[in-house]
């Protein structure tokens, strides 16, 4: 993992390094207002960023959920393209994580049981014997602190929080910011920072569900895309990785051309059956940028033109293709979201890298940062 100095430094460096209070801000606005309250009467607050062409996205200090994102079609029509709800109530209860930052580790761990330093760790298992997404209560559940900023980019919001020690059977202390900014060429880009008091593990992804025709229409197994990976790490029926590291050459895995997601979803392969469908982290391309940004995946929607980069300086992302949507939840103006009615493509560490000593490293040492970055990037195609 990329360190940038101790705890101090870093504190200094997430309030200053081109990060400005909000009183600056003169480009975008950004419009602050409740967007409802929790059963416990806790008030949620939602974010409005609307950019110079119309587009825009909305924000909220729970779970830093992505709660709508409209970009334009090829005709200029706007369409809000991310899952989601209505109000906050569900957020907690019915959701899937839509639009959700995921951890303090993103993706499973084996058992929730990892070693550090000698010491053995029990996190919350809270998918069958797994560990998911940060437990029964991860990052995505927090209501966090939120606050207008004015970047070098662009304006945006950054939500922070602190993970005491123990939680969900973390050890240490860690602090985390994530900072939304949404510019003028429909780009949103997140900017991940996290400090560690002691030594601990930490992996962070943004967990938006997207649907290119408009959230709620449709399946998206005729989006195309491409994927800049020779290699992914197959799972086993509990979907922990095997530890393999294998070809995607000659399989349904191979993405390194564009290809329409339903293409190959059907054939017949243990590790589709294992995901019901795709649910796997690929291995990013990326030895000559090694901590620089690369383009990890291209998402496009043929019928609306609407195109989707993922640039990121992670090692890894996670392609899974809506597997477990089936009807059954209703978002956002009562639509019921359909089975595979949208994909996420979650930039990330490879899942269970704690018990996986050749993946790359997730281990955070006390008195350390990690920063990390992922942009989606939207266009039109004719
Ligand atoms: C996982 C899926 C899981 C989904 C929602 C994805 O990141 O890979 O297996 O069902 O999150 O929990």
Redesign the pocket.
Known sequence: MKRIGTLLLVAASMLNAGWALAEQDSRMKVVVDEFGKLVDGRGVDRYTIENSSGASIQLTNLGAVILSLKVPDKKGKLDDVVLGFDEPAPYLTDS??FGAV?GRY???IDEGEFSLNGNNYSLATN?DQNH??GGNLGFDKLLWDGQVVETDLGTGVRFSTVSDDGDEGYPGQLFVAVTYVFTDDNALEINYQSSAVDDTVVNL?Q?SYFNLAGQGDGSILDHTLQINADFYTPVDRT?IPTGEILSVKQTPFDFTQPKPIGRDIKAKHEQLSF?GGY?HNWVLRRSEFEGQMHLAAVLTDPGSGRKMEVLTDQPGL?F?SG??LDGSVTGKEGVAYAYRGAL?L?TQHY?DSPNQPHFPRTTLRGGESFTTTTIYRFSVVN
Do not use: I, K, M, T
């Open positions: 899937p994580y995921v993103a993706n499973r998918n998911l997404h992804s967990h979907l995901g649910d996670q899974y597997n477990f996420a979650e899942p």
